[in-house]
């Protein structure tokens, strides 16, 4: 009895075996930011400016013989007393205890950040023109790392003022004493207390990115949400 391969499958006359059907796996959309998240964000930027016109950082320093108090203000671009001829005073009673004198044009960081808030600034509003959910975490995280640093190199330069005293000419002299500011809240220094907080410039940024990440926040939320939908 003869076998009719006429009948047989193509696929099988040419030796070869039948393929599997493959789905395709559809991408899910980009989801962009709402056009109110957008506008938030741009404003969170632009909040940034008010760093060049307020202290970004203030430590006070109060004391029985200072009833008026002296205090030290971080500004984006300079260093300068809270009142007129703080920073003199405080140089002087550094002088005291064999500190160094404070001395603002010798801080190169003070040049750097204003260059570096424009980058800040100008990413947050690449945020909100794009409309990338993705480029809203860049932005945080950027945000994130460049606070951090700030926070570190301000540490460094309190640890080196505070611990680095010149003891051969210091009037003043407490074995094991460093005179190094707390990085934040109080900390008494012999007669001194020094409170250490952000400046109004500061709790601006503080609140910039506060913003950004509750709008990230919710966008991912919503996307979320659309993508359930979809699916």
């Known amino acids: ?28 959309p980009r989801v962009p930011l709402s056009l109110l998240s957008r506008i938030v964000i741009a404003a969170a930027a632009l909040m ?19 009833p008026e108090g002296l205090g030290l203000e971080i500004w984006i ?19 005291y205890i064999g500190m160094k004198q404070i001395k603002p044009e010798s801080i190169k ?13 100008l990413l947050g509003l690449v945020v909100a023109a794009t409309g990338r959910r993705s480029f809203l975490l860049v932005w945080l995280l950027v945000f994130l790392l460049v606070s951090g640093a700030g926070l570190v190199d301000f540490y460094l330069w309190g640890y080196d003022y505070g611990h680095n005293l010149d003891t051969a000419h210091a009037i003043i002299k407490v074995p094991g004493m460093s005179y190094q500011p707390p990085l934040i809240g109080s ?30 926040l919710m966008e991912f939320r ?10």
């Open 187 to 216: 900390k008494k220094l012999l007669n001194f207390k020094a409170i250490s907080l952000p400046g109004i410039g500061g709790w601006v940024a503080i609140g910039s990115f506060v913003i950004g990440g509750l709008v990230w």
């Open 1 to 28: 009895m003869k076998h009719d391969s006429t009948n047989e499958d193509p696929a099988v006359q040419a030796g070869s075996s039948p393929q599997p059907n493959r789905t395709k796996r559809t991408r899910q």
């Open 77 to 95: 671009n300079q260093m300068q007393g809270q009142n007129q001829g703080d920073l003199n005073k405080i140089n002087n009673l550094n002088h």
């Open 48 to 66: 940034l400016a008010f760093t060049y016109f307020f202290p970004l950082w203030e430590i006070t320093l109060d004391a029985p013989q200072y």
């Open 109 to 121: 960081e003070l040049s750097i950040m204003p260059w570096i808030m424009r980058a800040v600034m």
């Open 222 to 231: 919503r996307a979320r949400k659309q993508v359930i939908r979809a699916t």
